[in-house]
């Protein structure tokens, strides 16, 4: 099915461990998101990639790094896992070029819990 | 800062309408009003956009004001499985791209 795909589902860190959360589309989509959701809270922008070969830092950065490895995948890494990073991650595409009919796609996120 | 004003909480009986505000004063003239919703700690699903006209979709319509400072989305036959949070968005503008920017939305709660 076309659409944002996130890997793994689930993880448990211990606190210093680093790990690599993964994202693909497969909808030609210029531009990739990545975004973090706290309980009761509303998505908070980490890193963006408005199109292949380019990055850039949203709200809350700290402690991420991201690499937009084609034009299909950005990949989120933790270097060094803290307690304060336990969240929810969502990966999200869109193609702004192709007009806004159809927004912003989201994956089915990764539940990262840090200990 | 968001740039949208939400009620944090609504409910609605099944089969009625629910309608949901949205304030979004600082808009700009170009800029489209974005509704999704988020179901459980699913992500994040599209629902409808406008820009100054109403629109109509399979799930929803959207009522934008003339001077397009607020708007409301409307379901307008509420099911248990419309129970979800609705968020409203205006993008912000970061370097040369538009990002999302998602408030804390409208957690709905759909009752038989």
């Known amino acids: 099915n076309a659409g944002v795909t996130q890997t793994p589902k689930f993880q448990v860190l211990k606190t210093g461990q680093s790990m690599t959360l993964q994202c693909a589309q497969d909808m030609n989509h210029n531009s990739m998101y990545w975004y973090r959701q706290d309980p009761g809270m509303g998505l908070r922008l980490i890193y963006y990639s408005a199109s292949e070969g380019t990055t850039d830092k949203g709200e809350v950065p700290n402690g991420y790094n991201v690499s937009r490895l084609n034009k299909r995948e950005f990949s989120l890494r933790l270097e060094s896992a803290a307690p304060s990073q336990t969240s929810v991650y969502f990966c999200a595409s869109s193609d702004p070029g192709t007009g806004f009919n159809y927004g912003y796609t989201f994956g089915s996120g990764t539940r990262l819990t840090v200990v | 800062d968001a740039k949208t004003t939400q009620p944090p909480s609504m409910d609605c009986a099944e089969g009625r309408a629910a309608n949901l505000p949205c304030n979004h004063s600082?808009?700009?003239?170009?800029?489209?009003v974005y509704w999704y919703r988020q179901i459980h700690s699913q992500g994040p699903q599209y629902i409808i956009h406008g820009l100054k006209n109403n629109e109509t979709n399979e799930m929803a319509s959207l009522i934008i004001t003339e001077d397009r400072k607020s708007s409301t989305l409307i379901l307008p036959h509420a099911t248990l499985r419309d129970t979800a949070v609705y968020y409203c968005i205006v993008r912000e503008r970061s370097g040369g791209s538009y990002i999302p920017t998602f408030g804390r939305g409208t957690s709905l709660i759909v009752h038989p």
């Open positions: 600082t808009i700009s003239g170009n800029e489209y």
